[in-house]
């Protein structure tokens, strides 16, 4: 008996040492895998900066700040095609069920991020490099002026900026290569946009040097920099200015003017350029991040228009307007009781109010705030008249503050009804919110904390315009109609980016609709018509991001009841970074299920 019971005795314990050194062996397993997982996300971000130089300045990283690659060369796009396929087989090795929950969306986040930006590589957008809100001269444009990313601290951070402007000056020669090339190819930029970059490349061509954008760096030097190198920096930057940038911009500038608006396109749509279509499908998916088709989002768009109108009735009604709602919206676009203001610093202190108003509101609805400074800046004058109100990040370490820029082409005729939806928007608990949130995470890898998709980002921007009222705003008719009219501009843009796109609607047209629909002026309503033109697809990710965010938040509300917490949704939301909408819902309905 005590034979069989020594025998039974080593069995328990032969079994017991297997089974924990089988699980220290899967522990083991699952640690290295992550280690390694992480490590080639890691070097996905970094050599990712290495082919985006302009995306590491922006972050705040320094050590790219002399480069900005030739992006339009065959060279580059090879490069960048190899990037993504050599990290999409490395990221295919890692099996999910080694991986933590934070790794196993790092892994779909990727492939996403990789996959759609492969798809978009088979289009021609790049013969139209150059637009009138969203190209290389209007970012180096706000990098010159001294007060954006582009550090000017030290007399290296002057040099890299010189160094940065030749290889700047090289893509912009190749823009003019590729336009020749859409030229020929029937794929060109419609005559009403290029009317419009004109402008922007003649405000470089001016020979007042020390009043030139490119100047202003060495008419403010910081401490440190010698008197004689300050001096011989001035005369660098006068030289770079004379013999670099005037005539680079000069030749641009008299090909638009002599060529290229010749030969521009009367129509307004992508469905009339060789691929159009097949683009236009391919800019919803990577702009909404969804398989929604033109159709549906064009329906989505009437049936958003409609209740919205209804919801503006009330409140014409509210203030004793007694004509109709297109008459309203002409009313309210001149009043001047809603133009209150003499100065550009007046609207900027007016927007620093709004901050100081909702800042004990903002406690509760969110547990989680960001530690990043943040500023209200009026827009640059080179871009006022083509700009939209934007913001702009702050950087990853912190020390550059994220900026709210608003354009304030004449303050006196600066109408304020939509200030308070536009400061939740761009600033707080918007845009400002979301971005430093997510750069500040000390759990999210750091090619994440750099994503950027539009229908998330931009869906929580529009989404935090309807928490007006729980912040202590909107108590003024007038600006809850902004903010009804801010959500209106949106649904607009379903209507006539997918009219324009795949219908056939004329610039005129889409035009028309949004002054039927919105009380924004005819000026502003024809700078985001000629928007859309530019950017197909990216004006629709707004509202299908918000509607998404809505119902996620109002199917939590439900299947929670009593348990549900404001604050711990809006951390669930925020605290993933920009990802696409599918894996937010499902993000969202887990942690539903676990709260229940």
């Known amino acids: 008996m005590k034979f069989k019971y020594y025998t039974l005795l080593l069995a328990i314990t032969f079994i017991a040492c297997k089974s924990e050194n089988t699980a220290t062996t899967e522990k083991e397993v699952v640690n290295e895998t992550s280690m390694e997982f992480n490590s080639m996300l890691d070097e996905y971000y970094e050599e990712g900066l290495k082919l985006n130089p302009l995306n590491a300045t922006m972050s705040g990283d320094n050590r790219y700040n002399d480069k900005f690659p030739d992006v339009l060369s065959d060279e580059y796009k090879e490069e960048l095609t190899a990037y993504y396929n050599r990290y999409r087989k490395a990221v295919m090795r890692f099996d999910d069920a080694n991986l933590t929950d934070t ?18 590589m088979k289009f021609k957008k790049d013969l139209t490099p150059i637009d009138q809100m969203w190209s290389p001269h209007l970012m180096f444009g706000q990098l010159a002026s001294g007060a954006s990313a582009q550090p000017f601290k030290t007399l290296e951070d002057y040099r890299n900026w010189q160094l940065r402007v030749d ?10 290569e590729n336009m020749r090339k859409g030229m020929e190819e029937g794929y060109v930029l419609p005559k ?54 005037i005539p680079a911009y000069t030749k641009l500038s008299n ?3 002599d060529e290229y608006l010749a030969a521009g396109r009367d129509s307004s749509g992508y469905s009339d350029l060789p691929q159009g279509s097949e683009y236009y499908d391919y800019a919803i998916k990577y702009y909404t991040t969804t ?16 209740r919205i109108r209804k919801e503006m009735e009330k409140v014409k009604e509210q203030v004793g307007f007694k004509g109709d709602l297109k008459a309203f919206f002409d009313d309210v676009r001149t009043n001047k009781e809603l133009m209150p203001y003499s100065t550009p610093e007046e609207i900027i202190a007016n927007f620093e109010a709004m901050h100081e108003t909702i800042k004990p509101q903002v406690d509760e609805l969110f547990s989680v705030q960001p530690k990043t400074a943040f500023e209200v800046r009026r827009t640059e004058e ?54 430093s949130l997510t750069q500040e995470s000390e759990t999210l890898p750091q090619f994440r904390k750099t994503l950027w998709y539009s229908a998330y980002g931009e869906g929580w921007a529009l989404y935090t315009e309807s928490l007006g ?128």
């Open 167 to 176: 290889e700047y000056l090289v893509w912009l020669n190749s823009a003019e």
């Open 469 to 596: 009222k729980e912040l202590g705003l909107y108590t003024d008719p007038y600006q809850y109609f902004g903010t009804l009219g801010a959500e209106m501009h949106r649904a607009v843009r379903l209507v006539v980016d997918t009219g324009i796109h795949t219908k056939g609607w004329s610039r005129e047209k889409a035009i028309a609709y949004c002054l039927e629909n919105e009380a924004e002026s005819e000026a502003g309503i024809t700078s985001e018509i000629e928007r859309y033109m530019a950017m197909p697809g990216q004006a629709l990710s707004y509202k299908i991001g918000q509607l998404k965010i809505r119902e996620l938040r109002e199917r939590a509300t439900q299947e929670l009841g009593d348990k549900f917490d404001i604050r711990e949704f809006h951390k669930e939301v925020l605290e993933t970074g920009c990802i696409p909408l599918a894996l937010l819902e499902s993000k969202i309905d887990n942690w539903i299920a676990s709260a229940k």
């Open 382 to 435: 080179f871009r006022e008249k083509s700009a939209s109100a934007e913001y702009n990040p702050g950087s990853l370490d912190g020390t550059r503050p994220g900026i709210f820029y608003t354009p304030i082409p004449d303050a006196k005729t600066y109408n304020v009804y939509s200030d308070e939806s536009l400061f939740l928007h761009e600033a707080i608990p918007g845009h400002h919110f979301q971005i």
């Open 192 to 245: 009403s946009l290029i009317k419009k970059v004109i402008p922007q490349m003649d405000a470089m061509t001016t020979a007042d040097v020390e009043n030139h954008l490119f100047y202003t760096p060495v008419t403010n030097f910081p401490e440190g920099i010698s008197e004689e190198d300050q001096e011989i920096l001035r005369t660098d930057y006068k030289n770079m200015i004379e013999g670099k940038i």
């Open 103 to 120: 790794e196993q969306m790092s892994k779909e986040v990727l492939l996403w991020d990789i996959d759609v930006n492969l798809e978009g």
């Open 291 to 306: 398989n929604m088709t033109a159709d549906e989002i064009h329906q989505l768009g009437l049936s958003e228009v409609a």
């Open 255 to 257: 090909f638009l003017k």
